[in-house]
Each structure stands twice: as structure tokens, then as C-alpha cells.
């Protein structure tokens, strides 16, 4: 059983900073592709950023504009998304996710990632 833990979500102020941490229990967790993702009420899941396996490759998305950097070490089954320069359009919940290695990596399409955590809620006020 493939269990991911998100932590490190909470209430911050415009142009705060959070960091979040998702711990992967797997094996050889240095051979899987890992993305985040978020969710805000009423709206779809949208993808955030991805890093590849060996961490050589990290991809975000447009309105990320510099602020999110997204990490991992993979000693400790850990992969990071380093949040600054938050706004309250940032609020959502927030989900760490592990694609398999099948030769190429969708990093954008949330279904073809394999398992999923259980998310962390970020709220920025104004």
C-alpha cells in the first residue's frame, strides 16, 4: 500500500510564505516522478509542479510566476513545494502526487499520476 502524506498547509497572509512536505511511503521512491497539485471549492483540480525522478527536470505552471519552487530528497521519501509571495487566489487544498516511470513524464494530466495523497489546505487572506 502506497501512502502519501502532505503536511505544512495552514493560514497565512498575503505575500507569506509556506512550505509543504510530502512523505512517500515506497520503495526506491528515487524512481518515481512527483507533482502537486491543487483544488480550490467549485473549481477543478489544476496542476502546480512536478519534478522528475532524479530531480534534474522541475516544471510549473504559468501562474506560478517564480514564487513556488518544488524540491525532494529522496534519502527521506520527501518531496517539497516551497511557497512564497502568496495570494489569496493561492487558496486551495493541496495534493502531492507519484507518477510511475513509463519512459515519459505527463506532468500536467492528473490522471495519469498513480497515487495521491489526502491533501493540505493553504489559505491566504487579504
Known amino acids: 500500500q502506497v501512502q502519501l502524506v502532505e503536511s505544512g498547509g495552514g493560514l497565512v497572509q498575503t505575500g507569506g510564505s509556506l512550505r509543504l512536505s510530502c512523505i512517500v511511503s515506497?520503495?526506491?521512491?528515487?524512481?518515481?516522478?512527483m507533482g502537486w497539485f491543487r483544488q480550490a471549492p467549485g473549481k477543478e483540480r489544476e496542476f502546480v509542479a512536478a519534478?522528475?525522478?532524479?530531480?534534474?527536470?522541475?516544471y510549473y505552471a504559468d501562474f506560478v510566476e517564480g514564487r513556488f519552487t518544488i524540491s525532494r530528497d529522496n534519502a527521506k521519501n520527501t518531496v517539497y513545494l516551497h511557497m512564497n509571495s502568496l495570494k489569496p487566489e493561492d487558496t486551495a487544498r493541496y495534493y502531492c502526487?507519484?507518477?510511475?516511470?513509463?519512459?515519459?513524464?505527463?506532468?500536467?494530466?492528473?490522471?495519469?499520476?498513480?497515487?495521491w495523497g489526502q491533501g493540505t489546505q493553504v489559505t491566504v487572506s487579504s
Open positions: 515506497r520503495p526506491s521512491f528515487s524512481n518515481y516522478a
Open positions: 519534478i522528475s525522478p532524479s530531480a534534474a527536470s522541475t
Open positions: 502526487s507519484l507518477q510511475y516511470n513509463s519512459g515519459k513524464f505527463y506532468y500536467q494530466d492528473y490522471q495519469r499520476y498513480n497515487y
